[in-house]
Each structure stands twice: as structure tokens, then as C-alpha cells.
């Protein structure tokens, strides 16, 4: 059984596209997340939602937009996608004071 | 000035040799310590987590925290091949806190 399972696993599309990605966690964690993991490895979170409720928004364009339907649940929707999105997406969940448990990430490539 | 620094590598050792992999934080609030293992193409594992100063041990894995000099470490004794990787510190401020601060990973080839 998977923890953290995020699809797709890849994902090519064109500049200008609306794309979605979504994520589900089976741990019963109150917490999850996305984090951006560009060419050099970099980890960069974007966004946080505890128990549905969004916690932490970084300097992220508003074309991104996470939603939780509910807490074992976190979507990622992009709008007018840009070559510079070209990343690694990972989804996270996690409990307070805890570490977190990752997927396997969907790689975004923007042509 | 980044909040973690880690030097990105790539570090490259011969199987069985000890690695020493490091990172340094410039915020003294950081209280949690995590190592985690990337591979190739998948997520993030944990490995290592640490609250106090001092060494952690798990199998070959040692984590070292020396909070006076702001400073962790994570050796890795008798490598493998299979240690082969990149390896990501991160901190958290506090339990209670959800923002964790990765630095930006070491890759490490172990040569057989």
C-alpha cells in the first residue's frame, strides 16, 4: 500500500495549458503539502493545508491553486502553464513535529 | 544568505570507505533535524530524526547534531553501492511548526 500516491507520474504539456495534478495520503496525517524540486535538486515548499484549511502559501504565482477536498486529499491546479514551471512536484504529508513522507512526485515538463 | 546551506556535490568514495555528509543553518531556532535519501526518479525517504545535540545511530547511518556551531552531520559507515543517492538535510523551528527547510542536497556515488 502506498502512503503518499500523486498522479500523474509524468506530465508533458504546452506553454498555455491548464494542468492538474492530485495527491492522496493514507496515514491519516492532518498535514499535506507541495514542494518543488527543480534540476538541482532543490526542495522548495509551495504550499500547506492542515485538516483542509490552507497554512502556509508561499511566493507562489496565484496560477498555482491547491485545493483539499479533505484532509487525505491535496490537488494542485495550473493555470497558463510557463517553461519555467518545468519541475518536479512532490506531495507531502506529515503530523506536528513529525517528518514528512513524500510521494514519488510528478514531473512537469512545459514545452 | 540561505537559511541552510549544503554543499551540492557530487562526492564520490570507494565501497566500504566512511562518507561524511554536512550541512550548516544560519537560524539558531531550529530545533528538529531530519537526513532523508533521495533516489533517482523518486521521493524523498526519511532516514534520520533528531531533536538535541549529540549522535543518533541507526545501523551504519550516524546522525550528529552540534547546535553550538549550528552544524549536522550524517555519516554513513562501510558505504554500498546502494548508498548511492542524494542526501537532503532539513530542520524544522519547532514540534509544532509545519514549515520544514530543506537544504539543497548532496549526491553521492559510491564507486564499487
Known amino acids: 500500500d502506498t502512503a503518499v500516491s500523486q498522479t500523474p507520474k509524468y506530465l508533458v504539456t504546452q506553454m498555455g495549458n491548464d494542468k492538474s495534478i492530485k495527491c492522496e495520503q493514507n496515514?491519516?496525517?492532518?498535514?499535506m503539502y507541495w514542494y518543488k524540486q527543480d534540476s538541482k535538486k532543490f526542495l522548495k515548499i509551495m504550499f500547506s493545508?492542515?485538516?483542509?484549511?490552507?497554512?502556509i502559501n508561499e511566493t507562489v504565482p496565484n496560477r498555482f491553486s491547491p485545493k483539499s477536498p479533505d484532509k487525505a486529499h491535496l490537488n494542485l491546479h495550473i493555470n497558463s502553464l510557463e517553461l519555467g514551471d518545468s519541475a518536479v512536484y512532490f506531495c507531502?504529508?506529515?503530523?506536528?513535529?513529525?517528518?514528512?513522507?513524500f510521494g514519488n512526485g510528478t514531473r512537469l515538463t512545459v514545452t | 544568505q540561505k537559511e541552510v546551506e549544503q554543499d551540492p556535490g557530487p562526492l564520490s568514495v570507494p565501497e566500504g570507505a566512511i562518507v561524511s555528509l554536512n550541512c550548516t543553518y544560519s537560524?539558531?531556532?531550529?530545533?528538529?533535524f531530519m537526513w532523508y535519501r533521495q533516489y533517482s526518479r523518486k521521493g524523498p525517504e526519511l532516514l534520520m530524526y533528531?531533536?538535541?545535540?549529540g549522535n543518533k545511530e541507526d545501523g551504519r547511518f550516524t546522525a550528529q547534531v552540534d547546535k553550538s556551531s549550528k552544524y549536522i552531520s550524517l555519516f554513513i559507515r562501510d558505504s554500498q553501492p546502494s548508498d548511492s543517492a542524494t542526501y537532503l538535510c532539513?530542520?524544522?523551528?519547532?514540534?509544532?511548526?509545519?514549515?520544514?527547510?530543506f537544504g539543497s542536497g548532496t549526491r553521492l556515488s559510491i564507486r564499487p
Open positions: 507531502a504529508s506529515g503530523q506536528a513535529g513529525s517528518p514528512l513522507h
Open positions: 496515514l491519516g496525517h492532518d498535514t
Open positions: 493545508y492542515n485538516n483542509k484549511e490552507l497554512i
Open positions: 537560524n539558531s531556532a531550529f530545533q528538529y
Open positions: 533528531t531533536y538535541s545535540s
Open positions: 532539513a530542520m524544522i523551528i519547532n514540534s509544532g511548526a509545519s514549515k520544514i527547510i
